[in-house]
């Protein structure tokens, strides 16, 4: 099974190029898009552990005076206790409190900031509004305060990062506006020690509850947008439009991701991979042998069918998830292969499926044909990719003679020590323990098993040369030849007759082949991995179970050789035509085995799939 590819590739990123630059050199580190916000039980730690001891360098250029408490009915937060404050005389209450506004209007906090940490944001209001309406109270109070932004122009704890909230949602609505989508979230990428700096101060001035710089700063940027956003709802999860606002560069970089559509396919041609096949020779960057395509086969099922799809969607690419593949020379049939196409940057989501169906089927020209194609997500990928479907085959072969020796190769005892003993169907099921021993080579799932196929040849004349006489007797004894003679003239004898001539066994009857094909039904068989894949899978020992077989016939044709077909439903992962043919002993039984005739495989077709 192949990794479901990640969309988090391709980011695009849009530059602000009249933005400020921010001065830092820190490493960005933090990367969440969201950021969770404190819980009033983390500040209580936080203020249990007493913050007054923090040394603090903001403090060594102010003078810090006793700040009267005022008692005007603000004073009321549960969080700072009596007993604290008369303890700690130098220290500056928190916002809600008039002191602590008046402390943070002091410092050069802004506007935005005042109203996040200030603890007095009415539902209707904005930051920015509550922030001015605290300001205001406080200059009421203190105008002297009231050029505080003048003396003190770096909001200490946004370094007036909310100030270019609005010139933020204007990028993030241009670089969006070419792309179609519902659903968009947002994030901010903020140097961690900016994050951790303001944290230290939102703790010991700002309100309790006050959002955090990254979430508060999301939220004043989505209230901009929501204002120009129509039809596009901003989410925190399964996104389509990802954007990502990078605060030391003003820039903000997009993460589209993909679309993904579901259907079935029919695959009513040979010779057609499922997916895009990178020419051999030159790797995909196009040679001559593959005509500049870059493609071993021109026509792929995921091409055929993403590639009319690209235009629809404007995307970029396609990436192709089938509930597994058939090999490229069998067609595929039925109701046909459930299939998840992935279309990759699209600018366009909402499109007409039966059209789109229509247009594919059209431009495929008969090799294949789709059905039920909707629009799908990220998680049926997972779904299709691991659901281990049951097929039925329909499969075509021709009744030959099978000799005796090739009889003895069908039937070659199996070693079963071997056998794999994950089965299929049971999802994430632990291979046993056994298999896992510490220097037990049997165990290596890399390492080709022995050769359990013992092929009767005749010696040839270096091997009788290395033989001593009385050895030589013994064989030409018995092969039933004469004894007497030189070695010379024993070794010449024992070549000329040469192995046995082939005794064919004889051809069953049509009955007999009907009979056991159904008889077939309910078997499980042992199969070695077959030669042709053995340079992808595992050299082992896979227990199979046929299912059903039905539709058995046979046809004799005009050169007098039968050839049969039926339909067989078997287990995930069974090689059919081996299953038939017998692959040289490596499948066991094989029907070949059973009926004692070499079946010649001529096509196969997966029937259906029986899933979903
Ligand atoms: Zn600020
Ligand atoms: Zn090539």
């Not at 980011?11 to 950021?35: A, H, I, N, Q």
């Not at 995921?302 to 404007?314: A, H, K, T, V």
């Not at 490596?586 to 799939?609: F, H, M, N, Y």
Request: hydrophobic share 30%; with cysteine; charged share 35%.
């Amino acid at each position: 099974m192949t990794a479901v590819s990640s969309s988090m590739s391709a980011f695009r990123t849009y530059r602000c190029l009249w933005g400020w630059p921010r001065e830092s050199g820190d490493v960005m580190t933090e990367k969440k898009p969201d950021e969770p916000e404190d819980s009033d039980e983390d500040w209580m730690k936080y203020a249990n552990a007493g913050f007054g001891e923090t040394d603090y360098s903001l403090w060594d250029d102010e003078e810090v005076t006793e700040v009267p408490i005022e008692a005007d009915g603000d004073w009321d937060d549960a969080d700072e206790s009596p007993d604290q404050l008369s303890t700690h005389m130098e220290e500056i209450p928190r916002a809600p409190s008039p002191a602590g506004h008046k402390h943070l209007v002091r410092i050069g906090t802004c506007d935005h900031c005042l109203g996040r940490l200030g603890g007095k944001k009415r539902f209707e209001q904005s930051l920015e509004e509550s922030g001015i309406e605290i300001r205001n109270l406080v200059t009421e109070r203190d105008s002297h305060l009231s050029d505080a932004r003048t003396e003190q122009p770096l909001c200490p704890f946004c370094e007036n990062l909310y100030e270019e909230s609005e010139l933020l949602a204007d990028i993030i609505f241009d670089s969006i506006s070419p792309y179609e989508l519902s659903r968009l979230q947002l994030g901010a990428r903020i140097p961690k020690d900016q994050i951790e700096h303001e944290e230290e101060m939102r703790k010991r001035f700002g309100a309790g509850g006050s959002d955090a710089l990254k979430s508060g700063l999301v939220r004043v940027i989505a209230q901009h947008l929501n204002k120009r956003l129509e039809g596009v709802t901003l989410v925190n999860d399964k996104p389509q439009v990802l954007a990502l606002i990078d605060v030391l560069t003003l820039t903000v970089e997009l993460d589209i991701r993909a679309h993904y559509l579901y259907g079935r396919y029919l695959k009513l041609e040979r010779g057609i991979p499922q997916t895009r096949w990178p020419c051999r020779a030159c790797k995909g960057r196009g040679c001559q042998r593959c005509e500049q395509s870059g493609l071993q086969y021109k026509k792929s099922v995921q091409d055929l069918i993403g590639n009319p799809l690209l235009g629809l969607f404007e995307a970029d690419e396609h990436a192709f998830h089938g509930m597994g593949r058939e090999d490229i020379d069998v067609r595929c049939m039925g109701r046909g292969r459930p299939f998840v196409i992935e279309m990759k940057e699209p600018k366009i989501r909402s499109i007409d499926a039966a059209k789109a169906m229509e247009l594919i089927n059209k431009e495929a020209d008969g090799s294949i044909k789709i059905t039920g194609l909707r629009d799908s997500n990220r998680s049926e990928v997972v779904r299709v990719k691991d659901t281990p479907a049951e097929k039925s085959y329909t499969i075509r072969f021709r009744i030959l003679p099978l000799s005796e020796e090739e009889m003895k190769v069908l039937t070659a005892p199996v070693d079963l020590t071997h056998v794999d003993v994950q089965e299929r169907g049971g999802k994430g099921k632990k291979k046993s323990s056994k298999r896992k021993r510490r220097g037990d080579k049997k165990n290596d799932h890399k390492k080709p098993l022995p050769s359990v196929i013992d092929v009767p040849v005749g010696p040839d004349e270096a091997t009788l040369k290395a033989m001593k006489k009385p050895e030589l007797v013994a064989m030409a004894e018995e092969m039933k030849l004469k004894k007497s003679g030189t070695k010379p003239e024993l070794i010449e004898r024992i070549l000329a007759a040469g192995p046995p001539a082939p005794t064919y066994l004889d051809l069953p009857e049509n009955d007999e082949i009907l009979e056991t094909i159904t008889k077939l039904s309910g078997v499980k068989l042992a199969q070695r991995t077959p030669e042709r894949v053995a340079h992808r899978r595992a050299d082992l020992i896979r227990r199979r179970t046929v299912y059903e077989t039905s539709n058995p016939t046979i046809e004799m044709m005009e050169d007098g050789v039968r050839e049969v077909e039926f339909t067989l439903r078997c287990e995930s992962g069974t090689y059919v035509k081996e299953t038939v043919h017998g692959d040289g002993g490596r499948t066991q039984p094989s029907l070949s085995s059973l009926i004692k005739a070499k079946c010649e495989v001529l096509w196969l077709d997966v029937g259906d799939i029986h899933a979903d």
